[in-house]
Antibody
Framework: QVQLVQSGAEVRKPGASVKVSCKAS????????INWVRQATGQGLEWMGW????????GYAQKFQGRVTFTRTNSIATAYMELSSLRSDDTAVYYC??????????????????WGQGTLVTVPS | QSVLTQPPSVSGAPGQRVTISCTGSSSNLGALYAVHWYQQLPGTAPKLLIYGNTNRPSGVPDRFSGSKSGTSASLAITGLQAEDEADYYCQSYDTRLSGSVVFGTGTKVTVL
């Protein structure tokens, strides 16, 4: 079965960086994009961007451009999200999710069919 | 800052039918992009509930159904059960945001 297992909770000081890992199993890692989504406590879901593990191509939401980097190590089927210049409002649960493209009588969109368990990143103010 | 608007909360008694709306614009739902829905139980990761406006992944009960028309979409839950108490999010794609995945604001469903 498809599983995405993320690294454990992190605490960072303002201005520091954090790197979260996401290990995939149950499918061929290079055949699907990995997306990253975050959720502040009590708030909604916020999409951060995507990465194609096969090519290494990435796409970042405008809000995070220049501050987030997605990478991967295909030999261990693991994707990484690194967020720099952390602020207190970056405190959130960060999720990785497998992306699948959907296009049936409509323009292509991406849906997120499997999610990691989430990683809490805390940046004390 | 979400471009898809949902009601903050809906509620219903067990067995009742509730609906959740997801309102967008010409740059997302109105541009024919499909809507997907996620269920997030308390303290857990979101789970795909409906994809491509109306399709249920394997294992999702047929009590859940989706629809879309123009710039709006809806999720319906019939025969509401206690375990349906959760947050629900719609998701689509927006052409204005450099081709970006967008989520709805989220709706808390309470079973009375």
């Amino acid at each position: 079965q498809v599983q995405l297992v993320q690294s454990g909770a992190e605490v960072r000081k303002p201005g520091a960086s954090v790197k979260v890992s996401c290990k995939a199993s149950g499918y061929t890692f290079t055949t699907s994009d990995i997306n990253w989504v975050r959720q502040a406590t009590g708030q909604g879901l916020e999409w951060m961007g995507w990465m194609n593990p096969k090519s290494g191509n990435t796409g970042y939401a405008q809000k995070f451009q220049g501050r987030v980097t997605f990478t991967r190590t295909n030999s261990i089927a693991t994707a990484y999200m690194e967020l720099s210049s952390l602020r207190s409002d970056d405190t959130a649960v960060y999720y990785c999710a497998r992306g699948r493209y959907f296009a049936s009588q409509s323009p292509q969109t991406v849906l997120l069919d499997y999610w990691g368990q989430g990683t809490l990143v805390t940046v004390p103010s | 800052q979400s471009v898809l608007t949902q009601p903050p909360s809906v509620s219903g008694a067990p067995g009742q039918r509730v609906t959740i709306s997801c309102t967008g614009s010409s740059s997302n739902l109105g541009a024919l992009y499909a809507v997907h829905w996620y269920q997030q139980l308390p303290g857990t990761a979101p789970k795909l509930l409906i994809y491509g406006n109306t399709n249920r992944p394997s294992g999702v009960p047929d009590r859940f159904s989706g629809s879309k028309s123009g710039t709006s979409a809806s999720l319906a839950i019939t025969g509401l059960q206690a375990e349906d108490e959760a947050d629900y999010y719609c998701q689509s794609y927006d052409t204005r945001l450099s081709g970006s995945v967008v989520f709805g604001t989220g709706t808390k469903v309470t079973v009375l």
